[in-house]
């Protein structure tokens, strides 16, 4: 079936360094995706999202890229912080009623 | 509070137990989702309600799962007969709209353990 994936399970960045955190996706028809980032015994937190009709977007520290062409998102974090490290979780809208679907997610770990 | 509230925070109980789960949405979010994270994996969709629509209960993995959401607010998701590998953790979130072009702010989840 269609799923949305990530290349990277774990991403080790230095504090200070941009990261930058793929997914591909499959779903031709998905039209909304978001970043969600998830600390150890939290929720997923909603940080950035984006529609099909953009292909960049930018929010506090965070840029969100979308490649309709070759179906592929990614997640741009300036100046990597420590409290940044989390699992971060990319998700599509694959239907008109909001059902989400998540890859399996990329842990971040911020070395000082 | 202003967040998605669910409880307990944690759960445990024997196999063949009943549970049941709260989730409180944010007030006035009219679409309320239902999702399972098994350990080190990422959600995975459970059932979905939108205003007084009937749910969409297309993921929920058998019939011993089953939610209901009172007067558009809150919810509540049931197990029965619970098994081993109903562990896990259970988020509930949810959104202004329903038509999937708003972001779901999620609950911190209850995890539920079957002895």
């Known amino acids: 079936g269609e799923s949305v994936g990530l290349h990277l399970p774990t991403l080790s960045v230095q504090e200070g360094d941009n990261s930058i955190i793929n997914c591909a996706y499959s779903n031709s028809a998905s039209d909304y995706f978001i970043w969600y980032k998830q600390e150890s015994g939290k929720g997923p937190q909603f940080i950035i999202d984006i529609r099909s009709n953009m292909d960049k977007r930018q929010g506090q520290r965070v840029t969100v890229l979308l490649n309709k062409t070759v179906k592929h998102l990614s997640l741009q974090i300036a100046a990597t912080q420590p409290g940044d490290s989390a699992v971060y979780f990319c998700?599509?809208?694959?239907?008109?009623?909001?059902?989400?679907?998540f890859g399996a997610g990329t842990q971040v770990v911020v070395t000082p | 509070g202003a967040g998605v509230s669910q409880s307990p925070s944690n759960k445990v109980t024997e196999k063949g137990k009943d549970v049941e789960l709260r989730c409180d949405p944010i007030?006035?979010?009219?679409?309320l989702y239902w999702y399972r994270q098994s350990l080190g994996q990422g959600l995975e969709f459970l059932i979905y309600f939108q205003g007084n629509s009937a749910p969409d209960k297309s993921g929920l993995p058998s019939d011993r799962f089953s939610a209901e959401r009172t007067g558009g607010s809150v919810s509540t998701l049931t197990i029965q007969r619970t098994q081993q590998e109903d562990s896990a953790v259970y988020l509930c979130?949810?959104?202004?709209?329903?038509?999937?072009?708003?972001?779901?702010?999620f609950g911190d989840g209850t995890r539920l353990s079957i002895l």
């Open positions: 998700a599509e809208n694959f239907d008109s009623w909001g059902k989400l679907q």
């Open positions: 007030s006035g979010h009219t679409a």
């Open positions: 979130a949810s959104s202004n709209e329903g038509r999937g072009l708003s972001p779901q702010h």
